[in-house]
């Protein structure tokens, strides 16, 4: 990038079941707190970032923070919608459209018990390819995962024991942390032993559905002298996207993430053996294999065994989901915006029990739909 930027405010929102809420409060609190560790006011915001929040999109959350933003993005890519956002910000800053971006969003979709397994939609307006796939009894989006891990096993041999590792690994790193919904000890046995949502996937393969959202400030090396809390830089970030339906993804182990993470990388002049701390989109156990796998950090197929090593555990040589990630933390529909506060506050030394030593250089890889899309944001502490 010709001028470096930075990331210098970030906050969660309430977390977990929020009442006496809504999800504009929720987000204008959490800017509240990241542009006060950004060292910058609410009038200093001149972009606004917002993936799709239900009814409230970013003319609404600027309508209720009471800005005027000169350029605004309403992007919707899922759970990589705020990757792709910083992405998005790096070049609306260097092209001058604004100066300090605010990406921002909150859900209340456990409070507001929104979210549906069934993969139906309303009679009218079904998409044509909906309707050749839904009536073959396909939950959605679970059903979609388990068909991806099932091929995935299928081909590389990888086993549900393997697939358990990332679930006990990340409830680990939950057990860390103070703010994670499921905090209960968790083996292996009892992943197996789990009841069965959608074959190979059982019920700690599965994310949390919870309330929760958050705000980040992207800024220009200038402002961010102002930040009272240490800048992280933003070394590269890519996004891409590669189908809608899952009978459109070309190969059932490749996801998008094996273009948005070389590009990243490339752009960082960096290597997946430089990074120190991963923040992996986990929607699904078989979300994580696939991201480790097309980011670089192991050869497709070796997923299973680079995991079972116990590499994403707490002492492990690629320390993953550090806030107990989807599976234990929370996941309010849409995660990637927690992945950066988190690969945020490693990279500050903010993290407390769960702090990766030395943390100096970190990935947040977020991912949206059916294994649809991917955006990958490295981060460094200077």
Not at 357 to 369: E, F, L, Q, S, Y
């Amino acid at each position: 990038m010709p001028a470096p930027l930075y990331i210098t405010g970030v906050a969660e929102t309430a977390l977990g079941e929020v009442a006496g809420e809504n999800e504009l409060s929720m987000v204008a609190k959490a800017t509240r707190e990241a542009l006060a560790e950004a060292g910058l006011k609410r009038k200093d915001i001149d972009g606004l970032f917002v993936n799709y929040m239900g009814e409230e999109g970013s003319v609404q959350v600027a309508e209720y923070l009471g800005i005027q933003p000169r350029f605004s993005d309403s992007s919707d890519l899922g759970g990589a919608a705020f990757e792709a956002q910083v992405h998005h910000a790096i070049a609306a800053i260097q092209a001058g459209f604004c100066e300090v971006a605010l990406i921002a969003y909150a859900s209340r979709q456990r409070s507001r018990r929104a979210r549906s397994l069934s993969g139906g939609a309303p009679a009218m307006g079904v998409p044509i390819m909906h309707q050749l796939e839904v009536p073959y009894g396909l939950p959605s989006p679970i059903g979609r995962y388990a068909l991806i891990a099932a091929r995935h096993m299928h081909q590389y041999g990888t086993t549900r024991a393997q697939l358990a590792e990332i679930a006990v690994a990340a409830r680990l790193w939950a057990q860390k942390n103070p703010k994670a919904w499921s905090r209960d000890p968790l083996t292996i046995e009892d992943c197996l032993n789990a009841r069965p949502i959608s074959e190979p996937l059982h019920r700690n393969d599965i994310c949390l559905v919870t309330d929760g959202g958050g705000a980040c400030i992207v800024t220009t090396a200038e402002r961010a002298r102002d930040a009272a809390k240490k800048p992280i830089r933003i070394l590269g970030a890519a996004e891409s996207h590669t189908h809608w339906h899952i009978s459109q993804m070309k190969d059932l182990t490749v996801s998008a993430a094996a273009k948005s993470g070389p590009e990243a990388f490339a752009m960082a002049g960096i290597t997946p053996g430089d990074v120190d701390i991963l923040q992996p989109y986990d929607s699904f156990t078989i979300t994580v294999l696939l991201a480790l796998e097309d980011l670089g950090f192991c050869k497709k197929g070796e997923g299973g065994a680079f995991v079972e090593s116990g590499a994403l555990r707490p002492g492990g040589k690629l320390p993953s989901m550090t806030s107990g990630g989807g599976l234990s933390y929370n996941h309010p529909g849409a995660l990637g915006l927690m992945l950066l506060i988190e690969a945020v506050r490693q990279l500050r030394g903010e993290a407390g029990d769960r702090q990766v030593p030395d943390a100096k250089i970190g990935v947040a890889h977020g991912v949206g739909g059916l294994l649809s899309t991917a955006g990958t944001v490295i981060l460094a502490r200077e």
